[in-house]
């Protein structure tokens, strides 16, 4: 009987593991691969930005899964994971559907937690998916209309996707807009190289983008922020707040009992095997082991290159 697969997420990860499993050389028989995600079309976050500001359309950066499963052997579920037994192995859908697996790849993401300070859940848009850039776009062309002498635009948090959406939200106001930047820390692309964060200052300061450095964000109401800067609390009126900061998992893999760190992260195996579930591979995690081809995988000194299996062998198969 031929092995099944299961990968739960068609982002990146998901989608990219299935793909690459339905091109490898099987030696025995070619497996099932059953890929599951909530979503009809698959996202190039990426390129999110550019839907607001207009440049590009919903149909260049998201993808039909049907289109993109074409000929490919993958079965694809739409649908949200409401269980995964993994002592069964046996994922429940929220349509109810289940489905039984040998190998099982999680793939599920991460979500913007929208409960850091009261009212962003109620006020705030984050920016991970196509509705939120919809939100947005309707936002702004709401106050567009309404032609006040200013569109006040709040962007919390000045990671990438702070300062990307700021420049494009910028872009798009021209004059009209007043766009600050909330940063907690000194400086903001805070991970990254000088030299980023000198050209991110730059673009933002060309663009006439405020940056509230060493500031936390308070509240959040249907017109107004409250910032926190040197023990100050200011309230300012807003017309938009964007919040993206954080990254919380999935709780479908929140729920799971399996070995994790002091982080709360999944412990792995060299073989980037959940630690004694080898039938389990994490999120990115999966990417990275289909990239890395027996005899051609490239791998930092500190995971030597002899201590990995195939693809074909982290998925039992070979
Ligand atoms: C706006 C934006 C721009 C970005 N730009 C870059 C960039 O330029 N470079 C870069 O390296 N990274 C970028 N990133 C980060 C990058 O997109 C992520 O690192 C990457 O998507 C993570 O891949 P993943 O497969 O783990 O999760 P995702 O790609 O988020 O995929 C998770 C999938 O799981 C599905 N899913 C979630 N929960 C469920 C559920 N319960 N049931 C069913 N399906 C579910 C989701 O619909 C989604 O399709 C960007 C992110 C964003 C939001």
């Not at 070619?30 to 996202?43: K, T």
């Not at 359309?57 to 490919?72: F, K, R, S, V």
């Not at 959406?165 to 940063?183: N, P, Y």
């Amino acid at each position: 009987m031929a092995h099944s697969i299961c990968i739960l997420g068609g982002g990146f990860g998901g989608l990219y593991t299935a793909l690459a499993l339905s091109k490898l050389n099987w030696e025995n028989e070619q497996p099932e691969i059953v890929l599951v995600d909530q979503r009809d079309r698959f996202i190039f976050a990426p390129l999110l930005y550019e839907l607001v500001t207009g440049e590009l359309q919903t149909w260049e950066i998201a993808p039909p899964y049907e289109e993109l499963l074409t000929n490919t052997g993958i079965r694809f579920h739409q649908s949200g994971v409401s269980n995964i037994d993994l002592s069964a192995k046996q994922v429940t859908l929220s349509n109810n559907t289940k489905i039984s697996y040998d190998r099982i790849v999680l793939a599920l993401g991460g979500e913007t937690p929208m409960d850091m300070a009261p009212g962003v859940a109620e006020h705030a848009i984050p920016f991970r998916d196509l509705a939120d850039a919809y939100r947005l776009k309707d936002r702004l062309r709401q106050r567009e209309e309404a032609n006040p002498d200013k569109i006040r635009v709040a962007v919390v948090g000045g990671g990438y996707s702070g300062v990307e959406i700021a420049c494009k939200v910028a872009e798009r106001l021209g004059d009209r807009g007043r766009i600050r930047i909330v940063e907690r820390a000194e400086n903001i692309l805070q991970n990254s190289a000088e030299f980023n964060q000198k050209a991110a200052q730059k673009a933002l300061s060309d663009k006439n983008v405020w940056i509230d450095y060493e500031t936390t964000v308070t509240a959040v109401s249907a017109d107004s922020i409250s910032l926190n800067y040197k023990d100050k609390t200011e309230t300012l009126p807003v017309d938009i707040v964007l919040w993206t900061v954080g990254n919380k998992v999935s709780p479908a893999l929140d729920a799971l009992d399996l070995p994790r760190n002091a982080k709360r992260q999944f412990t792995i195996t060299p073989t980037l095997q959940v630690t004694e579930h080898p039938d389990i591979l994490p999120s990115a995690i999966s990417q990275t082991a289909l990239m890395l081809r027996a005899k051609q995988c490239r791998l930092p000194p500190s995971q030597p290159c002899s201590k990995l299996t195939t693809p074909l062998g982290i998925f039992g198969l070979a």
